[in-house]
């Protein structure tokens, strides 16, 4: 079967960096995006990787290692504002999007 | 711009009712997608369409109906609503089935009593 693996939660400290990590095992691979959603909002797309290596955006960064099945969100300089669930999510052979069941960020002052 | 616009956001329904969650967008995407989103799973596709007139199955679809009569809307049906259709219903759109990332409504609330 299909699966995407990410911790539950995990806790941080406002302006500290942390490393939110995904393996994955699926039919195919056509890319892995990383969403963020806040509680009780829609998820809002934060970055894609296709090509293994470091994809940086601001603050955010995603890493991608096909041949590990594995990615990971890294967050710098975290803001009160980055609390939210991380959702990673796998694009099969059939172009169909699997999800992880996302991980919960607890930002601390 | 609107993006996606989901309809109503949030619901309590009796069991055995009949439930049509509207969805819309304006920005031309061919795909659509419905999602339900349940505590401690990740999102899981209910049906699809990759483009107007066309429809898919998902991974979850029983229970559910979808029509895409145009580009702009894809409505998700519930024939006759179980309590195990509780859950935070949302509408996606992207580019095409292969280009592109997700857009996504704000969610409907569904609560089946």
């Known amino acids: 079967g299909q699966n995407i693996d990410q911790p539950t939660e995990m806790t ?6 942390v490393q ?24 809002t797309f934060l970055s894609y990787n ?28 975290l803001q009160m504002k980055d609390s939210a669930s991380y959702l990673c999510a796998v694009r099969d052979s059939n172009y169909q999007l699997i999800w992880g069941a996302g991980t919960k960020l607890i930002i601390k002052p | 711009i609107a993006g996606i616009t989901q309809a109503p956001t949030s619901q309590i329904l009796a069991a055995g009712r009949r439930m049509t969650l509207r969805c819309t ?5 061919n ?6 989103q349940d505590l401690g799973l990740g999102l899981r596709l209910i049906h699809y369409s990759n483009t107007a007139g066309t429809t898919g199955k998902g991974e979850v679809p029983d229970g559910y109906s979808v029509s895409r009569a145009n580009t702009d809307d894809f409505p998700l049906t519930l024939a006759s609503a179980v309590p195990s259709q509780t859950s935070v219903y949302f509408c996606a759109s992207s ?10 409504g704000e969610g409907s609330r569904l609560t089946v009593l």
């Not at chain 1, 941080?12 to 960096?17: D, K, W």
């Not at chain 1, 090509?51 to 710098?76: A, Q, T, V």
């Open chain 2, 95 to 104: 580019a095409g089935t292969s280009a592109g990332e997700l857009f996504f």
């Open chain 2, 31 to 36: 795909a659509m997608y419905w999602y339900r």
């Open chain 2, 25 to 29: 967008q304006d920005m031309r995407h």
């Open chain 1, 20 to 43: 939110i990590n995904c393996t994955y095992q699926t039919s195919g691979f056509n890319g892995l995006f990383w969403y963020q959603q806040h509680a009780g909002e829609a998820p």
């Open chain 1, 12 to 17: 941080a400290t406002e302006g500290a960096i």
């Open chain 1, 50 to 77: 296709v090509l293994d290596g470091l994809e940086e955006k601001g603050r955010f960064s995603s890493f991608l290692s096909r041949s590990k099945g594995y990615s990971y969100l890294l967050l710098k300089e």
